[in-house]
């Protein structure tokens, strides 16, 4: 990759106004001090790549000002528009978590876009909050981490734990979330998981999948009402909120045509950081609970990190 390389800092001290130059930034747990957005939000720090200045500069045949988009943090080397929420932008001692790409055109209340008729900050600017405090100036480099999602798969069954035959629920959920991710372009690793229907096992995972802080944690097996099915049981004690209406939707939806999957007593919710779904034990059970899930896994995990996705 490419230097990154803040080329200038900007600030406005009232709303409506463009953003001017400045020697340096000073940035604390609202924003950057002194400037009219910063505050208790997920929007504190606006940054625009010179790449999308340029950009906008040829297509519009005007020359425009580092500043002049309401961006606080100019940089060059990456197309900012290209990373992602929760990924992170490290410039010396500073550490900003992006929140937001892309924004809301403000339209005829732009001065740009009355001049120009159009403005690349709603399509291509980003937003950030600040993790860690510190000085900003042009000329500072900038280290950029993506954000990479930690998923546990766990399988119970105790004949596939004896190798009697192939665990295939697991690699089907594991299936299903690559397809997931790389359709986010987001990155992650996925750890699995094969153990009979074992409650010590099961709860020493559970334990390492919460203090690893793993974002995603999907068990298959072990939902149903037999005397080894002991998933929900084990499970439920480590959530601090559960998400009921999932599993409510999955047993009403399938349940009226097959009765037998109304006997599934699958459960989700949260456990501190992590997302948590207990599955049954078949593929065709995953393929279907999975449809459901996936639809909501975006936007769970924004809300689990307090941004704004609506």
Known sequence: MSTITVVSVNISEKKGTIKVPVAKIELNELGVSHDAHAGDWHRQVSLLADESV????????????????AENITTKGLELVNTHPLDRLSIGEVELEITQIGKECHGTSCAIFKEVGN????KEGIFARVLQNGTVKAGDQVVYTPRVYKVTVITLSDRASRGEYADRSGPKIGQLLTSFFETEGWKFVIDHKLIPDDITALRTLMEEARDTQADIVITTGGTGIGPR??????????LDKEIPGIMELIRFKY???????LLSRAIAGVMKGSLVYTLPGSVKAVEEYMTEIVPTLRH???????????
């Not at 340029?54 to 988009?69: I, L, P």
């Not at 403005?119 to 709603?122: A, H, L, S």
């Not at 769970?300 to 609506?310: G, P, Q, V």
């Open 300 to 310: 769970s995990i924004y809300m689990l990190h307090n941004l704004d996705a609506h």
């Open 229 to 238: 099915d002991i998933t929900p049981d084990v499970v439920k004690p480590f």
């Open 255 to 261: 349940g009226s045509i097959k009765p037998n999957a």
């Open 119 to 122: 403005c690349v900050m709603p």
């Open 54 to 69: 340029q950009r906008f500069t040829h297509a519009a045949g005007r020359k425009t000002n580092y500043g002049e988009f």
